[in-house]
């Protein structure tokens, strides 16, 4: 499917003011997106799981003006004006404009709030950005009243990935993929789709966020994603998240946790090696972040409970593990792991369906 088949037909209706409010996860990937091109185009594809616990809330106030001229918003983060945010918010405007050709018809008021702390070290990218873009699509639903739940969540996943590349896969769904894959039926570069073969465990599956470093990120996705240019060990790396998306398509399917925790850490490790051998040359990781990794490891090989970790583009680390094995799972935490953490902070989340409309 091309960009183009996103540019909306004339609207049939009208609308003057209103609001919507929506609340959107974050995600974790198991496969990594790390490297793009184009307009927002991921080098390759990926898989994620949705959250349910951290996540944005956004309400969109929305009134026609007179002038058309240009865009016109307000933000605000926790109800107070935030200017900050705009020079991010106008570029995305920027960018979805031609898709949603009624943004400069309007005054918009985006008033966002995320569950987690403020600088956790948890991106809010892909959460906020998956917010706005379904508080946009119910004005464009509004004003396209035929429009279908497929058609809403397909674009609505669209819009995000132009904001942040990962808010494509915060939209709807349990387990996400995103990007072109041969071995994968409607798999798009475009848009993240739902997953739906995946083995019961999964549906319950746990994520307890480890807070070990809560500052600002070392090296912002932007840059990033822009090592990947040029690095030496890029399109080894491209082929190797085909490969992976295959045999994590499959561990989820038949429920095989240790294939799917081989899969898992090994791209947490592959994602931060990228990180380590570009130029220039990063190290996300603290040094607590590595004292859990060994714990988790000899945890699991004396227990024998299926618990695995995977990274983002820093220091925090995700632990995964079955629901059925909660309670060892947090009792271990408890006792061995707290103590590696900023502040002994931790967050319990796990699998989510994706955006929800609150208003
Ligand atoms: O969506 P971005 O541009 O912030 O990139 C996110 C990249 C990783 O979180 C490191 C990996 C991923 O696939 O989410």
Known sequence: MPDKAFIPSAYTNTIEKGSFTWSAPSNIALVKYWGKKGKQLPANPSISLTLNNCKTI??????????????????????????????KIEKFFERIEEYLPFLKDYHFTIDTQNTFPHSSGIASSASGMAALAVNLMSLEAALNPLMTEDEFNQKASF?????????CRSVSGNVVIWGDHDETA???????????GFHEVFKTYQD??????????????????????GHPFA??????????????????????????IKITESEALTLHAMMMTSMPYFILMKPNTLE?????????EQTG??????????????VLYPENVSNKVLDFIKNELVGYCQNSQYICDEIGTGAVRIN
């Open 186 to 196: 409607h798999s798009s570069n475009l848009y993240g789709f739902a997953f739906e």
């Open 305 to 318: 409970v299926p618990v695995c970790f995977t990274l983002d583009a820093g220091a925090n680390v995700h």
């Open 235 to 260: 399109q080894q790396r491209f082929a190797q998240a085909h490969d992976n998306l295959s045999l994590m398509k499959e561990a989820l399917a038949k429920g095989d946790l240790e294939a799917f």
């Open 159 to 167: 819009l995000a990935r132009l904001g942040s590349g990962s808010a």
């Open 58 to 87: 956004t309400t969109l106030g929305f009134e026609k003006k007179e002038n058309s001229g240009s865009f016109s918003f307000e933000l605000l983060f926790e109800g107070q004006l935030k200017e900050s945010f705009r020079p």
């Open 208 to 229: 307890t966020i480890l807070l070990v470093d809560k500052g600002e990120k070392q090296v912002s996705s932007t840059l990033g994603h822009d090592l990947m240019h």
């Open 292 to 300: 859990i990794i060994n714990k988790i490891w000899s945890f699991r």
